[in-house]
């Protein structure tokens, strides 16, 4: 499957592996409630990030903005 570069807006040749680069991540927190021994209420609260936006990049541009060979270069 093909698919348009969201950087340079190129079309790439089919089965070439996609690259996605995540862009745009924002804190999360998950909050687990529980009840102790002594039956108290109990939040546990564990901070995470969540993923917001994902580019598809083409092998060039995602070796561009990251430094890294893509996939399909190995
Ligand atoms: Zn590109």
Redesign the pocket.
């Known amino acids: 499957m093909s698919y348009i570069?969201?950087?340079?807006?190129?079309n790439?040749p089919p089965n070439v592996p996609c690259n996605k680069l995540v862009v745009e991540t924002r804190p999360k927190t998950y909050v687990q409630v529980h009840k102790d021994k002594a039956g108290f209420v109990r939040e546990t609260r564990t901070h995470g990030t969540e993923i917001v936006k994902e580019a598809k990049?083409?092998?060039?541009?995602?070796t561009?903005k990251t430094g890294k060979l893509s996939d399909d270069h190995r």
């Open positions: 570069c969201d950087n340079c807006g190129k790439t990049l083409c092998s060039s541009c995602f561009l």
